[in-house]
């Protein structure tokens, strides 16, 4: 069953404005990661975020896990068209290899 | 990074067919490998996790005879959809988890569009 719930579920904005999604999760975790997935197309892993770790950057990219409230967000500045595409949050258990997937934000990006 | 194929990448085929999906880690030996599905505009739904040398292990609700799957070498493990009825149309993602790795980063195959006819 899916466990992370992504809001919005789907996000217009104009090139150069920031995007912010939102994941909540239910259980204890390991890690939580981000994922992009253009359409028609696999998954590419953006970033990985410890559950000891509060925020972590990666260039354009920021991503906060807030373990008491079981939500992370992620935070897309400057954004391109070329950011267009759904991103997924992932979370890993302890000791566990697979990983469940949110029901992904749809992001738009209008040049 | 590590890198993930899948063969073929899109497949139609005629109901009552059976089909064969291959996910090959290219660069790096995998114990373990995953397949998901994924319906239009919907999240990945794992369906099982994929052993080299032993049974896959199914997630609730996937039938293990109607998708056989196969993990015969470090390299390669295959999903068969036995009997493929139009239900079966989905996108297909592997996945697979390198050995030594931490915190279950997981590398994605490109996908593997199903139509069933």
């Known amino acids: 069953s899916q466990q992370g719930e992504e809001d919005p579920q789907a996000l217009s904005i104009q090139e150069g404005e920031n995007a912010t999604m939102n994941c909540s999760y239910k259980?204890?975790?390991?890690?939580l990661q981000w994922y992009r997935q253009n359409s028609g197309r696999g998954l590419v892993h953006l970033i990985l975020?410890?559950?000891?770790?509060r925020e972590k950057h990666s260039g354009r990219l920021r991503v906060t896990l807030d373990t008491s409230k079981k939500s992370s967000s992620l935070l897309i500045t400057a954004s391109r068209a070329a950011d267009t595409a759904s991103y997924f949050c992932a979370t890993g258990g302890q000791g566990a290899q697979k990983l469940v997937f949110g029901q992904g934000t749809r992001l738009t990006i209008n040049p | 990074g590590a890198v993930v194929s899948q063969h073929p990448s899109w497949v139609i085929c005629k109901s009552g067919t059976s089909v064969k999906i291959e996910c090959r880690s290219l660069?790096?030996?995998?114990?373990?490998m995953f397949w998901y599905r994924q319906f239009p505009k919907q999240s990945l739904m794992l369906m099982a996790t994929s052993n080299e040398g032993s049974k896959a292990t199914y997630e609730q609700g996937v039938e293990k005879d109607k998708f056989l799957i196969n993990h015969a070498s470090l390299t390669l493990s295959t999903l068969t959809v036995t009997s493929a009825h139009p239900e079966d149309s989905s996108f297909y993602i592997c996945?697979?988890?390198?050995?030594?790795?931490?915190?279950?980063?997981?590398?994605f195959g490109p996908g593997t569009r199903l139509t069933v006819l």
């Open positions: 259980t204890s975790i390991n890690n």
């Open positions: 660069d790096f030996q995998a114990t373990t």
């Open positions: 996945s697979a988890f390198p050995p030594g790795g931490l915190y279950n980063e997981q590398f």
């Open positions: 975020i410890r559950s000891n770790e």
